[in-house]
């Protein structure tokens, strides 16, 4: 198959603050809702509450045996494979019958970072095994794949703040390749004390909402969720007669190679990987509708963005979404490849939350108001620690 | 598929680069450490396979790798020792991709990490540790150093991790963005890994990995990396022969497609839950040879593996499987060192809940 040839996009599958499915989610978004608060699952003794997107506990995990002991990471992982595989109106006899891959970007859910049994271990209190036990069983794709019952490659991809937009690039390229008839990918992340920390002490973290690409913005929220696509050949997805939610069209991925957790200021990987993935679906900036950029609302990365989305695509209209999920991390790129993907659909964008008052310092600045879409090719894009930056692109499916 | 293997570079228990595992895989002899671990109310003595970097000071400048841990320590030596091996040190590493496979990532960041937390506070959290106990550091780091803005991944995947990240390296070569890719695996040992050790197969260890004794848990815990730099088939004759196909699978959908005439470089590493799985899934006859018990066991052996067989074929030989003992298995092991049957070598490696990944290299 042709390296660039369209994948289709048959089922989507996504949970986070803003909705416990890919409905919910953009009804929130369309709605302004915001719900964020400071952590409720885990306390902190930093002297400012940093507020956070958490999951709220009403919502049910769809789809894994609730007494399997696995990472809440893996279960909405699965919980959002489920949505996203009813979505797409697969049976598990069939799935089982095909060549269907698992890819799945995380960060904290391939970490072995439990704190009650490491605190324990170096007091020398002999801690028992069920964290270590938990971990090895709770490998995000791996658990899908168990899950499911699929039967092709697994793979979890740990590029940090790009994983998941990554994971969706490369499960699209099994399909290209022959490898999978079928991929189920996404990305999936818990919020954690650990990573709550870790970005405190980066000093990134905003100790109020998050306001992406703002003048007065501090820094970024966390959030946790997942989100989840099914990826098949057109042919494929034809010959089953199930019409394609979108067509993910092109992938692009370059590294800044300059620092471990700042973007290069010239924002050059960006510029690498939009060039990649334009050039890979023959497309320019002429035919974008909107970009869905990562828009973390830290001050260096919004900076970078504005710069390189002016630079490269002059006059199309972007947003940031992590004003409604906060930065879910691993499964970011995931997430806001559903929410672009919807908002294809809708042929409309919700404002940019967070964003009111415009930055001297940028060059160019994301919508304030729900914002008509012109075009039928969207971008979706992550950037990360690491200086890996991670692009999408989509195109209109049949519905 | 077709990918050239153009230069290799690797450190383990045994030294680093391709003359010290020559010379390990000649004398057949280990370079097992010993070190205290306290588990089960006491302390006792480990032993272990652990890695020295020093020889990294020789490419870089100490002060550029001040913020530089041991995992990722590791992986850049790894990857600078393959670019030299290739040749290729002072090339422009614009098209490079970076491709690393790690079982459980950057550990002792992770804990350390921790450690800054614990004893201090939440609010003395350290901004360096967390930076580098991010599982992509290593290959951040390679990237940063080298100045390889291609792509860069990297892949958590237990067992299957090497198997499954070199199915990304591969496609994007076919995919003609890039050039090259700076394929490895690295993992590293810590306590915490030592008191899981202790905890789930006891204090008794067995004083060397015993890989064709299926049934005997013999592993020893290691550490290390093992890189390659890999490009397209150019058609002419790369230095180490091709990767040319990789499986992922389980055995609940069977067993590995092994092609007759193959070679098979086996990844049991002395664990009993999946040792028996191998006798079960190859076909009698087969030849084939192991060689942990050089190296020790850790997730992504199968890049050791691939290294061990990557200079097989360069030297058209089957180096002799070190330690073996006669087994029951109805395969044919390599007990001397033996030219090449085919131009054809399989590294296979089943997880201990039956995943399994076989990586084919051939010669020609």
């Known amino acids: 198959m042709n390296p660039n040839t369209p994948i289709a996009v048959t089922g989507i599958g996504c949970l986070c603050a803003a909705g416990a499915n890919l409905k919910q989610c953009m009804d929130s978004l369309f709605a302004g809702r915001q719900k964020f608060a400071p952590p409720a699952r885990f306390s902190s003794s930093h002297p400012v509450r940093y507020p956070v997107f958490e999951i709220p506990d009403e919502f049910t995990f769809l789809g894994c045996d609730q007494k399997s002991d696995i990472l809440r990471t893996a279960r909405l992982a699965v919980t959002a494979a489920g949505e996203a595989l009813g979505n797409a109106g697969w049976s598990p006899a069939t799935m089982q019958e095909k060549r269907v891959g698992v890819c799945i970007g995380t960060t904290v859910g391939s970490a072995m970072n439990n704190e009650g049994f490491y605190r324990d271990f170096r007091r020398g209190c002999h801690p028992e095994m069920n964290a270590i036990t938990r971990f090895l069983n709770s490998n995000p794709a791996q658990v899908i794949a168990r899950e499911f019952g699929l039967k092709g490659p697994c793979q979890t991809v740990v590029n940090a703040c790009s994983s998941g937009t990554d994971a969706i690039g490369?499960?699209?390229?099994?399909?290209?390749?022959?490898?999978?008839?079928?991929?189920?990918?996404?990305?999936?992340?818990?919020?954690?004390?650990?990573?709550?920390?870790?970005?405190?002490?980066?000093?990134?973290?905003?100790?109020?909402?998050?306001?992406?690409f703002d003048a007065h913005r501090k820094g970024l929220n966390l959030g946790e969720g997942a989100a989840v696509l099914v990826l098949e050949s057109e042919d494929f997805c034809r010959a089953r007669k199930q019409p394609a939610r979108a067509m993910a069209?092109?992938?692009?991925?370059?590294?800044?190679?300059?620092?471990?957790?700042?973007?290069?200021?010239?924002?050059?990987?960006?510029?690498?990987?939009?060039?990649?993935?334009?050039?890979?679906?023959?497309?320019?900036?002429?035919?974008?509708?909107?970009?869905?950029?990562?828009?973390?609302?830290?001050?260096?990365?919004?900076?970078?963005e504005s710069k390189v989305l002016y630079e490269m695509l002059p006059g199309v209209p972007f947003l940031s979404t992590k004003g409604y999920t906060g930065h879910t991390l691993g499964a970011a790129g995931a997430i806001e490849a559903a929410f672009t993907i919807a908002c294809l659909e809708a042929q409309k964008i919700p404002p940019s939350a967070g964003f009111t008052t415009p930055d001297p310092e940028l060059p160019w600045s994301p919508v304030q108001h729900e914002t008509d879409v012109n075009g039928a090719t969207a971008i979706s894009q992550s950037l990360a620690f690491g200086g890996n930056n991670a692009v999408l692109v989509f195109g209109k499916g049949d519905s | 598929m077709r990918t050239a293997i153009r230069g290799i570079g690797i450190v383990g228990g045994f030294g680093c680069g391709v003359d010290k595992l020559n010379s390990a895989l000649i004398s057949g002899e280990n370079t097992i450490q010993t070190i205290r671990v306290k588990a089960n109310g006491r302390k006792t003595e480990m032993p272990v396979f652990l890695c020295d970097t020093t020889a990294l000071e020789g490419f870089i400048h100490k002060r550029a790798l001040r913020r530089v841990d041991h995992y990722s320590s590791m992986a850049v030596l790894g990857s600078y020792l393959a670019l030299e091996d290739a040749g290729m040190l002072q090339i422009n590493h614009q098209k490079t991709a970076v491709v690393i496979a790690t079982g459980y990532g950057a550990t002792r960041a992770t804990f350390s990490f921790l450690d800054s937390i614990f004893a201090d506070g939440d609010a003395c959290a350290s901004p360096t540790l967390f930076a580098n106990s991010v599982h992509n550091a290593a290959a951040a780091h390679i990237s940063i150093l080298l100045k390889a803005s291609g792509p860069n991944l990297t892949v958590s995947q237990f067992e299957l991790s090497v198997p499954s990240a070199l199915l990304s390296a591969c496609q994007w070569l076919e995919g003609r963005q890039i050039d090259a890719v700076l394929f490895g695996g690295v993992d590293e040992y810590c306590d915490v890994l030592g008191y899981s050790w202790q905890r789930f197969f006891?204090?008794?260890?067995?004083?060397?990995?015993?890989?064709?004794?299926?049934?005997?848990?013999s592993a020893i815990a290691g550490e290390g990396s093992a890189f390659f730099l890999l490009t397209r088939d150019d058609g002419d004759q790369p230095?180490?022969?091709?990767?040319?196909?990789?499986?992922?699978?389980?055995?609940?959908?069977?067993?590995?497609?092994?092609?007759?005439?193959?070679?098979?470089?086996?990844?049991?590493?002395?664990?009993?839950?999946?040792?028996?799985?191998?006798?079960?899934?190859?076909?009698?006859?087969?030849?084939?040879?192991s060689y942990t018990s050089l190296y020790g066991s850790f997730p992504v052996n199968t890049a050791f593996d691939m290294t061990i067989a990557a200079l097989s074929l360069k030297e058209n030989k089957i180096f002799a499987t070190p330690g073996c003992r006669p087994n029951k298995s109805g395969l044919r092991i390599s007990h001397l060192e033996q030219d090449l049957e085919s131009k054809l070598i399989g590294c296979l490696k089943f997880g201990c809940n039956g995943e399994f990944g076989l990586v084919m290299l051939a010669g020609e």
């Open chain 1, 170 to 212: 490369l499960g699209a390229a099994w399909i290209r390749s022959g490898i999978c008839d079928a991929v189920v990918a996404g990305g999936a992340d818990e919020l954690c004390r650990v990573t709550y920390n870790g970005f405190i002490s980066l000093m990134i973290a905003d100790d109020s909402i998050c306001r992406p």
């Open chain 1, 249 to 304: 069209l092109s992938y692009g991925s370059a590294c800044d190679a300059y620092h471990l957790t700042a973007p290069a200021p010239d924002g050059r990987g960006l510029k690498q990987a939009l060039l990649a993935a334009l050039t890979a679906c023959n497309k320019t900036a002429a035919d974008i509708g909107f970009i869905n950029a990562h828009g973390t609302g830290t001050p260096v990365n919004d900076r970078v």
């Open chain 2, 202 to 217: 006891g204090s008794n260890q067995n004083p060397c990995i015993e890989p064709l004794n299926w049934d005997l848990q």
């Open chain 2, 239 to 289: 230095k180490y022969g091709f990767i040319t196909d990789i499986q992922i699978g389980h055995i609940a959908n069977g067993g590995p497609d092994i092609a007759g005439g193959t070679t098979l470089f086996l990844g049991a590493d002395g664990h009993k839950l999946c040792g028996p799985l191998y006798p079960h899934y190859i076909p009698e006859g087969m030849r084939a040879a």
